[in-house]
C-alpha cells in the first residue's frame, strides 16, 4: 500500500502531534511524505521517545516540552493514551495560539471532548477524531505512513463547531490517505464498542483462560495456535495502558454491548448443551455472509449489522 506522491504546497503551516507511538509517528510519516505541512513538530512525554522521534528523523522539531510543540501550531493533534488527553490538554491551554485546531485520536470520544472541553480555552477550535486504523505494536518505530491508507477517519466536532475547521481537519486525514466520517461521541463510542472494544476484551479475556487452563501449559497454547486462537493472541498483545483507558472511559457503551453479547453466548450455549445443531448452523450461516460481504467491499474495518435475534 502506497500514498499518493507529495503535494505541490502543504495544506497547514505548523503541524504538532503529541505523543509520538504508533499513531503518532504514523501521522508524523504520512505528512512528511506527501509535505502536508510548512513544519512539522513532535513532543512526548517520554525521553527516550522524543530521542527516537529525532533519530527517525520524524519531524523538523521534536521540543522538549509541551509548551514550545505548540507555540505558533496551526494543528495539534493529541496522540496520547485517553486517559492522559485532559492531562495534555491542560498543560498546551495556556500556550495555543487563538484560532488554532486542537484534535487528537482517541479510541473513545465522548470522554475525551469531556477532558478537551473542561480545559481548553474558547478561542482555540476543538475537532476530536478517531482513525479507525492500528496494530498490536506500539511506540515510534512501530509506525507507517500508510496506515491511514483506504480507512476511516472518524471525527466528532461538538456542536456549534466551525464548519471551516472541521473541514480542514478532514482535509489533513483525507490527504493522508483517509475516508472522512463524521458523528456525534456518543454513536461513535456505541459502534466502536461493538466493533473494536468489545472484539479486544473478548481476545484479551479468551487468552487469558487458556493460559490459566491447567491442562493447556504456555508451551500448547503456542503449539497448537496456528488456527483461530493464534488471531485472538494477536489482538490480545496491544497495548495494555491503551486498553486500560480505552475501557475505563467507555464503560456505559461497553456494558451496553457486553450484556448482549452474554445474552447471546448463553443461548448458543444452551443451543449446544441440547444438541440444537440448526441453530448453530443458521448463526454461523449469517455470520460468514457477513465476513464475505465485508471483503467484497474491501472494507474490512466496516461496521457490521449483525441483525442478532434472540430466542
Ligand atoms: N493502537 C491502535 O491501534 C490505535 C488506533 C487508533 C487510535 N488509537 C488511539 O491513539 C492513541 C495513541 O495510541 P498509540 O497506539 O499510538 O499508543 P503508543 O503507546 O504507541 O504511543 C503513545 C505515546 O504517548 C506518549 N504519552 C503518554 N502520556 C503522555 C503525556 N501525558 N504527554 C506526552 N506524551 C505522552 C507515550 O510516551 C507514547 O510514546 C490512543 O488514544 C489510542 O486510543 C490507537
Ligand atoms: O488492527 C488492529 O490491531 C486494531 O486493533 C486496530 C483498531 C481496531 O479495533 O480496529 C484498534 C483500536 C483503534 O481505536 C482502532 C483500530
Known sequence: MVLDPPL??????????????????????????R????????????????????????????????????????????CVPVGAMGAVAAAIAPHLKPDAIVSD??????????????HLPANVHIVPGHPVAGTEYSGPDAGFAALFKNRWSILTPPEGTDPAAVQRLAALWTAMGA???????????????????????IAYNIVGTAAD???????????????????????????????????????????????????????LQRAIRWAEGDKLFDLFTRTRAIRRSIIEIGQETAAPDFGRTHD
Open 213 to 267: 487452563l491447567e491442562a493447556v501449559t504456555q508451551s500448547e497454547v503456542i503449539k497448537y495456535s496456528a488456527g483461530g486462537f493464534r488471531d485472538f493472541t494477536r489482538i490480545a498483545a496491544s497495548d495494555p495502558t491503551m486498553w486500560r483507558d480505552v475501557f475505563l472511559n467507555n464503560r456505559e457503551a461497553v456494558i451496553e454491548v457486553l450484556g448482549r453479547f452474554t445474552e447471546d453466548l448463553i443461548a
Open 8 to 33: 505541490s504546497a502543504p495544506i497547514i503551516g505548523r503541524l504538532t502531534i503529541i505523543g509520538v507511538g504508533l499513531i503518532g509517528s504514523s501521522i508524523l510519516r504520512a505528512a512528511k511524505a
Open 105 to 118: 485520536v482517541g479510541s473513545v470520544k465522548g470522554a475525551v471532548v469531556s477532558a478537551l472541553r473542561a
Open 179 to 201: 475516508n472522512v466520517e463524521t458523528m456525534t461521541p456518543e454513536h461513535h463510542d456505541l459502534v466502536l464498542a461493538i466493533t473494536s472494544h468489545v472484539p479486544h476484551l
Open 35 to 78: 509535505g502536508l505541512a510548512g513544519t512539522l513538530v513532535a513532543y512526548d512525554g517520554a525521553e527516550a521517545v522524543r530521542d527516537r522521534a529525532l533519530a527517525l528523523g520524524l519531524a523538523d522539531l521534536v521540543a522538549a516540552t509541551p509548551e514550545r510543540a505548540v507555540r505558533d501550531a496551526d494543528i495539534v493533534i493529541l
